[in-house]
């Protein structure tokens, strides 16, 4: 039936017949609460928050690598994304006449901002340290905490199959990044601290996104994101002033664009999250952005892809409709 109003709107508009105008506006109008009501439904399927989550999250990762190339100073432009972050939401909160911090809010909110902020100091520092692939195979694996907390803490339910398929998953994220030790790296007990640390700091923080849904702050996700947002800064103000670096023009301006794009994906990782259990979102975001970042390193960054890679990118692929 919308069809037809479509294919009728579209013969009156074009060649001028099919009735008055009064009815030409009637078909406008239908079509346009058609598109509405399509939209809608849309927003109502808890797969589409996934996706545009995902998508998101890898755009994230690939503006970050862009700021890298550029040379940008790395807690800076953290730093400055974060305070931007909160400026911006805090002022949009307020001018709606809905900011309202509630304890709970701050509690959780806090939290969140202290394990982003250190989550990010210490990979930056672990890559400093210890070869990008095994820093980015214990940051991938990490999905693995908010899995094992969702179950746990929270009490959510998780089928064989679905243990099978986050298993599958854990394994398509560690082969993309699997990779030899460059002979300049020694001791190997340094190596796997470094990861356990980014491990367990990028592990806490998906529990703190996760801890957002079941302290009931769904309606409030705003709110909290923009004291994350406000804790993190803070912290991260203190790190650069220790470091004792100047910040360039390129570093604030880098990190003010990712600060607005971070609003808008941090703002769509809740909200998926609002909608998906634990035990489904994070293996399924998790290879989802691997399988992006993969292809966009392949193909747009024109970096190899090892048959490791290729092979892990798959197996993520087929984890996914298992986790799913």
Known sequence: MQINHIGRFCIVYTFGHGGPRRQNRREGNNIRAGCIAGGGRLLSYPVFWLILASFLSFGFGQLFKWSQRRRCHAPTVVTTNYVVLAATLGLALHVQGVLEVTAPALLVGGCMGVSFIVSMWTMTR???????????????LAILCPVVASVFLWGETISVWQACGILLALAGVALTTQTSIPHRYAGMWALLAAAAIVFLTQGLSQVCLRWVHYAGLDSQRLIVLMLCAATAGGLGGGIVLLTRYRPQARDLWMGSAIGIYNLVALAVFLTALSQLEGTRFFPAHGCLVVILDGLCAHFIWREPLSRLAALGIGVSAVSILMVL
């Open 126 to 140: 672990a890559l400093e340290r210890a070869p990008v692939s095994i820093v980015l195979t214990a940051f991938r």
